[in-house]
């Protein structure tokens, strides 16, 4: 018995049929033509053989069409976000998701849901692919999901603004994050909500809050509880009628936020605190009026106060850490496959 490679006939059934519909019109012969191909290459198979491949043909042929069906409908949701949007623009961003998914070695399933969250998050169309490039970096590097890196990266860019704030930047500093603490790029995208939208509006860089989470996490605090605790730090540095607020303002003769629209960090700003504190011979956590405060700022000074440094002055040179990072896993056998 003949033995047909079924993957073969199915490359070589396509190409022939391709070719034979750009030379010969395909509504008179081509159910005849196409059957003579397929003969020709079985050879001198049986029938049974013969019908095997039929069936693979009809198989492909119908998974072909399925899939076409779902990234049609998928794409036409993101379409949805876009009213009014051309029939050619449509055409060239379909084009776009495909010539990106080859690039990237990821499937549309996995890219277009990625790029209508993108979207929804307010990623400009004319740079989308770019921000998308740079998720599907962050989301090889970090071992995680598309849709995952882009809610993470989408979160910092909306909290911070696009003109504070690169897409590239925020990666490399959640990355720097993870490499020094004990966090994931999972754990920083389902938690930097807590934190973000308070430390941006006091105009702390979000290096200052990476390099925090990294110092925190590092001791053992979970990522979730580590932001819920930084924000609580820094509304009670900043809320007028705080004590922790007043009591700063009074030793360093400026409320938190113009320290740090003057260059100051918040390293710095808990080195003040710390000292008054000792010269007023009680523990820093009395300083507080919450315990998730206190806990924020007991883990970043005393003993953490070194970590903490280490991990600002990581996140001032964290230029470059995911391009790396994705380097590295993008260079496994399994990705090299999905690019082939």
């Known amino acids: ?54 069936k693979a043909v009809a198989d492909f042929s119908r998974e072909s069409v399925a899939e076409f069906q779902q990234f049609d409908k998928q794409i036409r949701e993101v379409y ?18 495909m010539e990106f998914s080859a ?25 989308v692919f ?42 490399d500093l959640l990355f720097t994050a993870v490499k020094g603490g004990k966090t994931t790029i999972d754990d920083l995208s389902r938690s930097l909500f807590q934190v973000n939208p308070t430390a941006a509006s006091l105009g702390l860089e979000f290096g ?14 979970p990522t979730a509880v580590a932001t819920t605790q930084l924000r609580q730090l820094l509304v009670e540095l900043s809320k007028e009628g705080s004590k922790t607020a007043e009591t700063f303002e009074r030793v360093s003769g400026q409320s938190f936020s113009q320290f740090i629209s003057q260059g100051g960090n918040l390293q710095g700003a808990l080195a003040i605190l710390e000292q008054a504190a ?31 440094a280490q991990e600002l002055e990581a996140a001032a040179n964290a230029s470059g ?3 790396e990072a994705a380097a590295i896993m993008n260079d496994s056998l399994e990705h ?5």
Do not use: C, H, W
């Open 1 to 54: 018995m003949t033995t047909i490679n079924l993957a073969t006939l199915r490359v070589k059934l396509t190409a022939d049929n391709e070719e034979y519909k750009q030379n010969v019109d395909a509504a008179k012969t081509q159910s005849k033509d196409f059957g003579d191909n397929m003969t020709k290459f079985v050879g001198g198979a049986t029938v049974a053989a013969f019908a095997v491949a039929a």
């Open 130 to 171: 770019e921000f998308m490039r740079v998720a599907s970096d962050t989301a090889a590097g970090g071992v995680t999901d598309l849709e995952t890196a882009v809610d993470g990266l989408s979160s910092v860019i909306n909290a911070y603004g696009q003109e504070n704030i690169t897409a590239t930047q925020a990666a």
């Open 80 to 97: 949805t976000l876009m009213p009014g949007m051309s029939q050619k623009a449509m055409t060239a961003m379909s084009a776009d998701v």
């Open 321 to 323: 850490a995911t391009e």
């Open 336 to 340: 090299q496959e999905a690019l082939a």
């Open 208 to 221: 200052n809050v990476t390099a925090a989470l990294a110092a925190m996490t590092s001791q053992g605090v």
């Open 278 to 308: 000792a010269d007023s011979d009680i523990s820093l956590k009395d300083m507080f009026s919450s315990v998730e405060a206190a806990g924020a700022a007991m883990a970043l000074t005393g003993a953490g106060a070194g970590k903490f």
């Open 103 to 127: 690039d990237v070695g990821r499937v549309s399933d996995e890219v277009i849901p990625a790029l209508y969250q993108a979207i929804s998050a307010g990623v400009p169309n004319d740079n």
